[in-house]
């Protein structure tokens, strides 16, 4: 009888344990029971049932109790613990490291909050701490880039870059996010939850593991899961941490390392739908960070960028800075990815807003958050910033970088669309509901209605030089017809090109434009003519069934092609400029009006009188934007032609 002694309850016991010694009990006294009715010798009396009972339970209780042993020591099964948390402040953000409550696939379903307070955090005051975010993904320290999906997260085998190591170049894994001050990787199954500092203050932090319905799993532990000591924080620019050198990253890392030439153009990289990820460039410097609330769902999502140096492409030749970076972010499911269009998307963001659903513009501002840091950390030329882009590059080229002329000189759209019809989601939407933007206002297709835009700012904007396929598919023709029409009406710069490709023949159409209007030709603070209604622009339908004759050699047709010009004089008075064209053949004409002028800016109705070297001369009053457009200038095959425009006395 000794054996029942064992059931008297210890402080080793866990409530769970108990549960599953009663259980196990009852199961082995029934499981007595059957035996003796099945045994061919009749069992008499409740002395022979506790006989066997006890053997049974005797078992039982030797494993039981060893589950109870492990238990003490720490090691006790189905209990979560978030464990392992350490906080500290850097420019302006704080970041909080903790231990996942479970590794590998155990630990797939499980997301982690992130609370604050101005004093510590126990179980006794949890309820009233600052939920910063949720929806922390398992191992979130994992390197941006490789951690899109489940399986990717669960590998300590990559991302790979091709670093130089002990002198010979060769693939590194770097499986995690280097924040220490030794430049040391956190440990795999490491969380990483970074908050923006909102105002000068001492925070505690604590994290809770939760299944993905944010339904708490683990408790508060002082020194375990939540931190007892304050973090001392200040309002600050946020900073990114340098990953990679140019001079040890990459196979050409010779001729794209950076010299710290000063001064150099800008040119911004927007790269084509990619819905696997991935991380920046090949080369250069190579930087993450974690974004502020303004440029994501959450706080403290994680991104990459990267900028090289390069000889630029051409008969000038001129050395310039490329900056590559990241659209896609990391999916709230923890399995994918999201592509934003280089927009943004549509969600109820954690940390900002009002909770209602809104097309948020996030990309575009990390994206204008990371030209900015680029440009002043490397000292380039501000004037002498452009954009390109192919396919949902050329997307963001447009609905992006197309309305900031105060940043970029000159845009690059390869095959885009000029009527945005697609938005990002991160949640359920009905296409025939109106999203709207942050304002509550702005329908969000209205929006990035590019063609409207465009006719609407009839002030300076950037240089728009783009292409397009008859046959793209993903884009109409219809509104890169809009586009040319607005722009030619606003007196915009611009070039056009097409052939009768599809959405990837279309692209080959764009490289004569970029010879003729290459990014060297614009610049913030100097003017350039602007051309529309040339005599030799084709028609719309050029180049219709070209597909079917030599698909692999298209003809390309353009609006404003071949044109060149130089020795500019932008004077408070007096505008002039030599022309020429390289696809004129015969006498030609062209309107044109001078742009981005530094000096020369005159007042609605001024009269001002012109002279064309090649022939004409006239009155041209300032119209109400405060433009001046000389009407059908003569250009001559083989010639230049000086136009002068002067403030008539």
Known sequence: MEILFVFIPTEICAPDLFKYYFNSTIITIFASIYIMKTNKKRVKGLTSILKITGICVSAVLHVTCMVVAEAANGEQPGKLEVTGINAFYRHGQTFVTFRDAAQGAAGADLRYSLYRSDQQITPENFAKAELCYAGILNNSAKMFGAAFKQDARQSPDSPKFDVVQNGVLAPMVIPTFRIKEDGSGLPMWSGLAVRTVQRDQQSYYAVVATDTAGKILTTIVPDASATTKPVDEKVAPIQPFKLL?????????????????????????????????????????????????????????????????????????????????????????????????????????????????????????????????????????????????????????????FRHPELFAAVYPDRPRTRQKGMPSLLKFDKQETAFMPDGKTPYLERMDMVKFASEHPAELPFYCWCCGLRDGFATFQEQIDMVKALTAAHHGFAFAWNDGDHSSGSAAIRKLKEWYGPDKFALNKSYPA???????????????????????????????????????????????????????????????????????????????????????????????????????????????????????
């Open 245 to 401: 050198d140019s001079k040890e990253y990459g196979h050409y890392r010779e001729i794209c390392k950076i010299t710290g030439a000063k001064n150099l153009p800008l040119s911004v990289s927007l790269h084509a739908s990619n819905a696997t990820g991935g991380g920046a460039g090949s080369h250069g410097d190579y930087y993450f960070f974690f974004a502020t609330p303004e440029m994501g769902w959450r706080d403290g999502l994680p991104g990459v960028f990267s900028i090289e140096e390069r000889t630029r492409e051409g008969k000038n030749g001129e050395r310039h800075m490329i900056l590559t970076m990241r659209d896609t972010i990391e999916s709230p499911s923890g399995n994918g990815t999201v592509e934003t269009y280089w927009f943004g998307y549509y969600c109820k963001p954690q940390n900002i807003g009002t909770g209602e659903a809104r097309a948020w513009p996030f990309t575009e501002n990390r994206t204008m958050w990371i030209v900015d840091w680029v440009s002043r950390q490397y000292g380039v030329d501000t004037n002498r910033v452009t954009v390109y882009g192919g396919s949902m590059g050329a997307w963001g080229t447009t609905t992006f970088a």
């Open 531 to 649: 051309f529309g209604n040339s005599s030799i622009n084709p028609d719309f339908t050029s180049g219709v069934g070209d597909a079917g004759k030599d698909p692999k050699n298209l003809p390309v047709y353009y609006i404003n092609g071949g044109f060149a010009w130089s020795d500019v004089v932008d004077q408070a008075d007096a505008w002039e400029v030599t022309l020429s064209n390289e696809l004129c053949e015969a006498p030609m004409t062209v309107d044109v009006t001078p742009r981005r002028c530094q000096q020369f800016k005159l007042s609605p109705g001024k009269v001002c009188v012109w002279q064309n070297s090649a022939g004409g001369n006239g009155e041209i009053v300032v119209d109400k934007n405060g433009l001046v457009t000389v009407p059908a200038v003569m250009i001559k095959p083989n010639e230049t032609s000086r136009l002068s425009i002067k403030v008539k006395n």
